[in-house]
């Protein structure tokens, strides 16, 4: 069957550390992936996208891997601030649709 | 441009009630979706349009739920007759076009719906 998993439990972290968050998935082949952010009460927002051909994107500061061999991409927010926590959630294209993951809480505290 | 916008921004109501939920997509976008997120399923697609025309609606779960879209700027999602289960939050968002040529979906605040 078709999935894509995040971790579901959160991710607590200490300000100024690397938050990394992964998102694995099974019997897709998408040619892009995508990363959203949701706070609570609000819609997902886009942060990044990454090909199929890409290896690695970045943004400021942050950093998305995505390995086609693994079916693996991971986010990486650098240098993270309690304005950072949130859910990021990954998403993949289906063909013409985005299926989303259920994602990842991340937690930075001071 | 405001962004999506959806209305009510929550709604509750009897089982047994008919729902509207209300969105206007971002002016120019070909693409609106219309999504539906809960805990225990996370953001799960409902149904979309392309200018106007629903293309997928695979994701309806119910013959109770139903969407128009009946000019660019105005959608609906309507559930009738509501259930407990249809308690959920419900999304809109719209793009230019398709996540599978790389295109990313702008999304609305949501609609959170609490059927008693």
């Known amino acids: 069957s078709q999935k894509i998993e995040q971790n579901s439990e959160a991710l607590n972290i200490q300000e100024g550390k690397t938050a990394t968050l992964t998102c694995n998935y099974t019997n897709y082949s998408p040619a892009y992936l995508q990363w959203y952010r949701q706070d609570p009460g609000r819609g997902p927002v886009f942060l990044l996208l990454?090909?199929?051909?890409?290896k690695e994107k970045r943004k400021e500061r942050l950093k998305v891997t995505f390995d086609t061999t693994l079916k693996q991409s991971l986010f990486h927010i650098t240098a993270s601030q309690p304005a950072d926590s949130a859910t990021y959630l990954c998403?993949?294209?289906?063909?013409?649709?985005?299926?989303f993951g259920t994602g990842t809480r991340l937690q930075v505290f001071p | 441009d405001a962004g999506v916008i959806q209305s009510p921004r929550h709604e509750v109501t009897e089982m047994g009630q008919e729902v509207t939920l209300r969105c206007k997509p971002i002016?120019?976008?070909?693409?609106l979706f219309w999504y539906r997120q809960t805990m225990m399923r996370g953001l799960e697609l409902l149904i979309y349009f392309n200018n106007n025309v629903p293309i997928d609606d695979s994701g309806m779960p119910e013959d109770r739920f139903s969407a128009k879209m009946p000019n660019a700027s105005f959608s609906t999602l309507k559930i009738q007759p509501s259930e407990p289960r249809d308690s959920a939050v419900y999304f809109c968002a719209s793009s230019f076009i398709l996540a599978g040529l790389g295109d990313t979906q702008y999304f609305g605040p949501g609609t959170r719906l609490t059927v008693l």
């Open positions: 002016s120019g976008h070909d693409y």
């Open positions: 998403a993949l294209d289906n063909t013409d649709k985005l299926i």
């Open positions: 990454i090909r199929e051909n890409e």
